[in-house]
T-cell receptor
């Protein structure tokens, strides 16, 4: 079966702009989580959605937001981009939430200039 | 979720078993031990998880001590493709809502 698909794979944006990243989970998976990975901070949890509801949120400013659609596809948005937002953004899907394995996409590499 | 401690790096010869330790001395009764790995420039990959009993799948074996304070991930016949960062994560069942807390992990380098 198809894996987790993230688009686009690479993105370059200018400071102050906003960006929307997309994640299509594995068919049948209803939980989608987002992570940010940077060399300095490692992998950090952003938020998790299940059945279109955000159920968990990490310690990120309000500029980072997300949503999930009825088909479980998810988007995350970052507004007023800062240089420090340059990172690899990873999406993971799972059947439920805790206690099941998460499948990660290849990520979107965002560069803010 | 309980904090986990792993050595920053390990080496292994190709074809030999790679034994990656993880300390989770404050783990609670409802927390599972999960292992993921991340090969350079790819998303993390699930390997195995367990609660109390030892587990084995096609990728690896997980040995959890009786007191559950530590565990060891075993790759029985390491290959060059197993070179990656390995993460040990303690995760409570039913309440973590998708949140995996990744530490620094162990960089495993498999040598020819």
């Amino acid at each position: 079966k198809a894996g987790v698909t993230q688009t686009p794979r690479y993105l370059i944006k200018t400071r102050g702009q906003q960006v929307t990243l997309s994640c299509s989970p594995i068919s049948g998976h209803r939980s989608v989580s987002w992570y940010q990975q940077t060399p300095g901070q490692g992998l950090q949890f952003l938020f998790e959605y299940f059945s279109e509801t955000q159920r968990n949120k990490g310690n990120f400013p309000g500029r980072f937001s997300g949503r999930q659609f009825s088909n479980s596809r998810s988007e995350m948005n970052v507004s007023t981009l800062e240089l420090g937002d340059s990172a690899l953004y990873l999406c993971a899907s799972s059947l439920a939430a805790a206690g099941t394995e998460a499948f990660f996409g290849q990520g979107t590499r965002l560069t803010v200039v | 979720d309980a904090k986990t401690t792993q050595p920053p790096s390990m080496d292994c010869a190709e074809g030999r078993a790679a034994n990656l330790p993880c300390n989770h001395s404050t783990i609670s009764g409802n927390e599972y031990v999960y292992w993921y790995r991340q090969i350079h420039s790819q998303g993390p990959q699930y390997i195995i998880h367990g609660l109390k009993n030892n587990e084995t799948n096609e990728m690896a074996s997980l040995i959890i001590t009786e007191d559950r304070k530590s565990s060891t991930l075993i790759l029985p016949h390491a290959t060059l493709r197993d070179t990656a960062v390995y993460y040990c994560i303690a995760l409570a069942g039913g309440t973590s809502y998708g949140k995996l807390t990744f530490g620094q992990g162990t960089i495993l380098t498999v040598h020819p």
